[in-house]
């Protein structure tokens, strides 16, 4: 039996950015390669594994056969290994250069990013940082190998390894004339009286049922959004209440309310801010670098201004 594999990574990205596009022409403009070239080199990979991985349609682009469908998520699994192979290349090098994917729980990117990006750029000037915002494919993103890294929530982790980086206590979001705003602190039980406004993230809700069943107190009405702002928009209204782990840098809505912080009264447990990766990946040195300027931007900021 030969050890020859007959087919290149080249030929793997190819196909792999093929089949996500839907389209090789797009596929060619994305990998900087005409596309006779990137469907010749497709074509002969069906070839060298015998098998049909794409289903071509005349001015339709293409879709995966059910055979390309099953080796598509092997073909990228196994990218994400050369990538892997590359950094720990790198990492003996003690090279930090080049493009890092990274993922972030879609509501903590805007508080934590921008600081992130400056730093970066500041101490590592050779690394690019891809990032992908998401709620809830970020671990889909790490098994897929398509991030190395995840900034993220621990009740967010699934079973991915988490590498925490702050504790953060639970407040209270409400509008800012609110009398019940006014005391230092308030009760779950007082709270859930009132909807609880938070993003529509199945996870996130779930974390907030557990909250409340922990404390004894019945799930208040919920009332969702896909958006952070409105979130805000509708507790300065006085449509609910919101819960989020650290205060934001602003009480003022973009609609012109404003929203104030209460301490939440009893013994809620804090969550904790961190870094999710798969429990196998060793880090590249881009990996361990983003970590060293995560970690001294969450220093830096003091209180992270990441709402859920």
Do not use: W
Not at 164 to 184: F, I, K, Q, R, S
Request: net charge neutral; aromatic share 6%; charged share 20%.
């Amino acid at each position: 039996m030969s050890d020859r594999l007959g087919f290149s990574l080249t030929q793997l990205r190819y196909f792999v950015v093929s089949a996500e596009l839907g389209n090789i022409s797009e596929a060619a403009e994305r990998l900087c390669a005409s596309q006779s070239t990137v469907s010749s080199a497709v074509m002969k990979l069906e070839r060298q594994l015998g098998v049909q991985l794409l289903l071509r349609h005349h001015a339709r682009g293409v879709t995966l056969t059910p055979s390309g469908r099953h080796l598509l998520r092997e073909a990228r699994a196994l990218l994400g290994q050369a990538r892997n192979l590359k950094a720990q290349g790198d990492a003996l090098a003690g090279h930090t250069a080049g493009r890092l994917d990274v993922g972030f729980f879609f509501s903590i990117a805007p508080f934590l990013l921008p600081l992130v990006h400056r730093m970066t750029e500041e101490r590592y000037t050779a690394l690019q940082l891809n990032v992908h915002e998401s709620s809830e494919r970020l671990l889909e993103l790490l098994q897929d190998g398509r991030c190395e890294l995840a900034v993220t929530y621990d009740f967010l982790s699934g079973g991915a390894r988490f590498h925490p980086l702050a504790e953060l206590p639970v407040h209270a979001l409400l509008a800012d004339g609110d009398p019940m705003g006014m005391t230092g602190s308030i009760g779950l039980d007082e709270l859930a009286a009132r909807p609880l406004v938070t993003l529509d993230v199945p996870a996130v809700l779930r974390h907030f049922e557990t909250m409340f069943a922990t404390a004894g107190v019945p799930m208040p009405q919920v009332i969702t959004t896909t958006s952070l702002e409105t979130m805000r928009g509708l507790v300065a209204a006085g449509c609910g209440f919101a819960l989020m782990y650290q205060r934001a840098a602003h009480a003022r809505t973009l609609d012109g309310g404003r929203v104030r912080s209460v301490e939440i009264a009893g013994e809620v447990p804090p969550s904790a801010l961190g870094v999710v990766m798969m429990p196998d990946l060793h880090l590249s040195s881009r990996g361990r670098a983003f970590l060293d300027v995560l970690g001294s931007a969450v220093s830096v900021s003091g209180e992270v201004n990441a709402i859920v």
